[in-house]
């Protein structure tokens, strides 16, 4: 954390890609799905977690998180999957720091290239060339709404093993984008239509 993490994740992943040579419809997909309020609250949006408590008391079990992308760029880099009040305690710092010193558009960045896509891809230029074959810059709405899919779940959405939970997962990203006015519903509807060809 005291040194360049952008740094010293980019002479780790093969591809880094910088946030400009990202597709706005690939990140606008991430946002609207992932975390619609980030470029507005800080490192923690209140209403996603106050909305996340009340699903969870209604269910009676954890089902919802309110996690923001900032929260799970610490967990991806920092923490493991132990559910202690320790390690959420690390995870708030973490956020906190990271919030801190880097600008929204740097943490998307590092976010979107040390994510896991399944069939042992991390990055976004590496999973766009993994499952379509092509250059992240060649995406077509359709491909960056399907890769902003599979995060969630990397196993579950892995369009060349589960394409039909995929298109499912897809088409949930579409209506998100839609709701957030990235997109409006014909374009939508075209994206949704629109044929993949999965490598």
């Known amino acids: ?6 740094n010293q994740i980019s002479r780790r992943v093969p591809n880094y890609t910088n946030i400009n040579d990202i597709p706005n419809n690939l990140k606008n997909a991430v ?3 992932e975390d619609r309020r980030f470029y507005q609250h800080g490192a923690f949006d209140f209403i996603s977690i106050g ?22 760029l610490a967990k991806n880099l920092f923490l493991s999957n132990d559910k202690t009040i320790k390690r959420k305690f690390k995870e708030i710092f973490f956020t906190m720091e990271l919030e ?12 979107l ?14 999973a766009s060339e993994r499952y379509f074959n092509k250059s992240l810059k060649k995406l077509s709405l359709s491909e960056c709404s399907m890769l902003a899919g599979i995060p969630q779940a990397p196993n579950d959405y892995n369009p ?22 990235f997109i409006n519903k014909k374009v939508q509807e075209n994206a949704w239509n629109k044929s993949l060809v999965i490598n």
């Open 51 to 72: 909305r996340a408590l009340i699903t969870d008391i209604k269910e009676g079990k954890f089902k919802e998180g309110g996690s923001t992308i900032t929260q799970q």
């Open 113 to 126: 290239n040390v994510i896991y896509y399944g069939s042992n891809v991390y990055g976004v230029e590496n």
């Open 31 to 33: 946002v609207a799905t």
């Open 100 to 111: 801190r010193r880097y600008t929204k558009d740097q943490i998307l960045e590092m976010y």
């Open 160 to 181: 060349e093993k589960h394409i039909d939970k995929a298109k499912k997962r897809q088409k949930i990203v579409l209506n998100a984008m839609v709701k957030s006015g």
């Open 1 to 6: 954390m005291n040194n360049n993490l952008i």
